[in-house]
């Protein structure tokens, strides 16, 4: 795993009360630049998945030759990164209920709009309540290739989706879409079950064509798969979104990313053998294990609520000194905290709102 040192004081970092989510931007940028030169004549575009981080001022960074718009979870953070004045939204989900298809239709007024359905009913509220708003929506069905969430399982229930979606107005088939899950690098037979599921996909996708549907676009892949993505000739656009600030557990993949992110917390007791901090779970997603501390060497660590405990063979930190955490989970992390404090080099430039944070409605 490789992290660039945070800055550790400035005019602004006396501000900075802990804990602090905080983004290194140079190491984002170059995170960003990395993955538009993976993409650099295959073709493919990129959607980067903005649930990563829910900061439209990360989202719009993310964007450019290979990449103009972006995919979101949640209708909420769609609304979210089309107020900020990102246009092109997939929001890669299925949306049923009928508040949030009108909120869908009505972003739709201003923004290109895509949703994901795997099944009829949804087709036919989508349609009238597009029809209603004057707008089109464009939709892609989602394939089940080996996550087995949502998606559709067969292509006999593609086609047939295909086929509701002709006969509205409102409604434009663009392609598909599906997901394979995090396939890290200690997955066993990883290359075996990505090229199945990749082959599922190609399966669907040829059935529709057969059937005299377009299919402009096939929407897959997130960054542990992002090599496997590049390579296959079915996939069109990437959704991945952890690349930009990276994970540990992402590590052993041969990927040109580094973490971008940490959250900072404070000495605040020191005894013995270890030391604690003021950041815990309620500051740090803990989905994927604990936090690793930078620049300490430690034999072990526990995290509660508020705390992260370290205990260490070497001299410990002081009181009052701060201690930068890797977050395990990156995207739990940022939807924890109101605002993240961005900095470049060695210096604190400015903190900006998480404003899509808790909007997953």
């Not at 931007?25 to 959607?47: I, Y």
């Not at 007024?109 to 597009?130: C, F, N, Q, Y």
């Not at 971008?260 to 779970?281: K, N």
């Not at 605002?339 to 400015?350: E, M, S, T, Y």
Request: hydrophobic residues 45%; aromatic residues 4%.
């Amino acid at each position: 795993m490789q992290v660039s040192p945070m800055p550790r004081a400035n005019q602004l970092a006396v501000e900075v009360a802990t804990p602090a989510l905080m983004v290194d931007l140079d190491v984002f940028d170059a995170n960003v630049a990395a993955l538009s030169a993976m993409v650099q004549g295959t073709g493919k575009t990129v959607r980067p998945h903005v649930k990563t981080h829910r900061t439209p001022r990360l989202a719009a960074r993310q964007l450019g030759p290979h990449a103009a718009g972006v995919t979101c979870a949640t209708v909420g953070e769609a609304e979210k990164m089309v107020a900020s004045g990102i246009s092109d939204i997939l929001i890669a989900n299925e949306v049923v209920d009928p508040a949030k298809v009108a909120r869908v239709a009505a972003l739709a007024r201003g923004a290109s709009v895509r949703v994901a359905v795997d099944a009829p009913g949804p087709v036919k509220v989508l349609a009238e309540t597009a029809r209603r708003a004057g707008v089109v929506i464009g939709v892609l069905i989602e394939v089940d290739i080996l996550l087995h969430r949502g998606g559709v399982v067969s292509a006999t229930e593609a086609i047939e989706l295909a086929q509701a979606m002709e006969r509205s107005h409102h409604l434009r088939f663009d392609g598909l879409m599906a997901y394979e899950g995090r396939q890290r690098a200690s997955v066993p037979d990883r290359g075996t079950r990505i090229a199945r599921a990749y082959a599922t996909l190609a399966g669907v996708r040829s059935a529709l064509i057969d059937a005299g549907f377009g299919v402009a676009c096939v929407s897959a892949a997130g960054t542990s798969t992002l090599r496997e993505a590049l390579a296959d000739p079915t996939i069109t656009e990437i959704q991945a979104g952890a690349y930009a600030l990276m994970e540990p557990d992402l590590a052993g993949l041969g990927l040109p990313f580094r973490c971008a992110a940490v959250v900072r917390g404070t000495v605040i007791s020191r005894h013995g053998r270890h030391f604690v901090l003021d950041a815990g779970r309620r500051s740090i997603g803990m989905e994927y294990g604990p936090p690793t501390p930078l620049r300490i060497e430690h034999v072990g660590i526990s995290v509660s609520d508020e705390h992260t405990t370290i205990e260490t063979d070497v001299s410990l930190p002081e009181l009052g000194e701060r201690v930068d955490l890797v977050p395990g989970q990156i995207r739990t992390t940022f939807n924890l905290h109101d605002a993240v404090w961005v900095a470049r080099g060695d210096q604190i430039v400015d903190r900006w709102p998480i404003s899509a944070r808790g909007q997953s409605s």
